[in-house]
């Protein structure tokens, strides 16, 4: 790893990418260490502070929306990105330019010397000094993995928010729910208000003692405020003594089925009404219906003519329709599967299929192809990917649906939009890796180049 100063983008990359190199040490002390280095920016960073299995980005998003539609310089960071990693910064509706990121990667650097820190750790101090820097009245901030030893976690937050608790990166977190449970609790601190969507046990029990312990006041979905469900995909928002009801709230960009999501998100603006931030009904309606969270759960149609040149030649239809979600844990499986069931139609299913070789995709694979007509199995650019022949013998027996395997993502949405009909919905999933690929081919960068 080269020593020498970053001034372009591409070595910021280049220097960013030779840390994944670095194994994942979970703790603190590093971080702490860089950030006192740096001049301590997570201290001028007001924060909302999330963690969960599933749903954090969403809840991330949709509250940011609200925060900017307020008026207020809102900051997010989240993970992973999709096809650039600027995805992971954003200041209202601006992503961090090619040059800031450059900037402050080189005084990242510098900072660190010879040591060497995670690749998610240089991106979450990079984070803190660029929201310092830029002032922001409020920063909002996903973890990468669990909470508890997590490298967000050195902030004390306006508010936590945990948003579901079930199996995913067991080799860090724990083999039980208990375990992974208190790992997200770990970004609970004294007296803090949280906001958990943990609603079944043993889970909820852990957070819940958590949180007397720490004597942090616990709002809990289903207990402290629930969603009524409305006409024309509308609902409303209300406390359980009654006293706060917000109505007339639409669904977000990507579905009905982010309705819990959404009741967090707006969970989070209600406290911190309590803490000087105003944030009307009308501006929480607005940024729950602008929220957008590319991947996951995203409906894309797009007529042939739009399509990549040379896949337009592959079908006959006037449109295909594309269903990007980034789901790759059990959980997510689930609600995907619920999804196509009950909310679209279809006269058949091909389903693209990636998965990363250090997860239990066989069960999910499983799920997956039983509503399945057609099942593509290909590998992103990741060496952490399990090959398409690993992925078919894990398979075994798909049931009526047909299996391929091919060698790339780009040779895979080909061969599907070659198979889809005017009334099928193609559907991609299991691997971020290959949503990020997918969207790439199909709509471009999610952050235009500067």
């Given at each position: 790893?080269?020593?020498?100063?970053?001034?372009?983008?591409?070595?910021?990359?280049?220097y960013l990418d030779d840390l994944q190199m670095h194994k994942i040490k979970l703790g603190l002390e590093a971080m702490q260490g860089i950030l006192a280095r740096l001049g301590s920016p997570e201290q001028r960073c007001p924060a909302v502070h999330v963690a969960g299995t599933n749903g954090k980005g969403s809840v991330c998003t949709m509250l940011r929306t609200m925060l900017s539609g307020a008026g207020y310089r809102t900051g997010l960071?989240?993970?992973?990105?999709l096809s650039s990693v600027r995805e992971r910064f954003r200041i209202d509706e601006r992503f961090i330019g090619e040059d800031e990121f450059t900037r402050?990667?080189?005084?990242v650097r510098r900072a660190l010397g010879p040591e060497r820190i995670t690749y998610f750790e240089c991106t979450t101090a990079l984070a803190f000094c660029w929201f310092a820097e830029q002032e922001c009245d409020l920063v909002i901030l996903e973890t990468g993995m669990g909470g508890r030893l997590d490298a967000t976690n050195v902030v004390a937050p306006l508010v936590s928010?945990?948003?579901?608790?079930?199996f995913d990166h067991q080799q860090y977190l724990?083999?039980?729910l208990e375990k992974i449970a208190y790992?997200?609790?770990g970004i609970i601190k004294d007296g803090r208000p949280v906001i958990s969507g943990v609603t079944a046990d043993p889970a909820r029990t852990v957070i819940e003692r958590t949180c007397a312990e720490r004597s942090a006041p616990l709002q809990l979905l289903g207990r402290d405020f629930r969603v009524v469900s409305g006409e024309n995909g509308r609902w409303a928002w209300q406390s359980s003594d009654g006293k706060t009801v917000i109505d007339n709230l639409p669904a977000t960009r990507n579905g009905v089925w982010q309705l819990d999501n959404s009741a967090l998100a707006v969970a989070a603006a209600v406290l911190l009404r309590r803490t000087d931030y105003v944030v009307a009904d009308e501006v929480m309606r607005a940024g729950i219906g602008r929220a957008f969270w590319p991947g996951r759960m995203e409906l894309i149609e797009l007529p042939v003519a739009a399509l990549p040149a040379a896949a337009a030649n592959r079908t006959q239809t006037e449109s295909v329709r594309f269903l990007l979600d980034g789901a790759h844990n059990p959980a997510g499986i689930d609600c995907l599967v619920d999804a196509i069931e009950k909310q679209f139609s279809y006269d058949q299913l091909i389903v693209v299929w990636a998965s990363m070789s250090d997860k239990d995709y066989r069960?999910?694979?499983?799920?997956?192809?039983?509503?399945a007509d057609y099942l593509l199995l290909t590998k992103p650019q990741s060496e952490r990917a399990a090959s398409p022949e690993e992925l078919a013998r894990a398979a075994g027996s798909t049931g009526k649906a047909q299996l391929s395997t091919h060698q790339s993502v780009a040779d895979a949405l080909h061969h599907a939009i070659g198979l889809a009909r005017q009334n099928d919905l193609i559907v991609a999933a299991g691997s971020l890796y290959l949503i990020g690929e997918f969207r790439r081919?199909?709509?471009g960068e999610v952050v235009s180049v500067d």
């Open positions: 790893m080269s020593n020498s100063d970053i001034t372009t983008f591409e070595q910021a990359c280049r960071f989240t993970s992973p990105h402050l990667m080189e005084r928010v945990i948003t579901t608790v079930s724990g083999d039980t790992e997200k609790a069960p999910m694979l499983a799920d997956i192809a039983a509503i081919l199909l709509v």
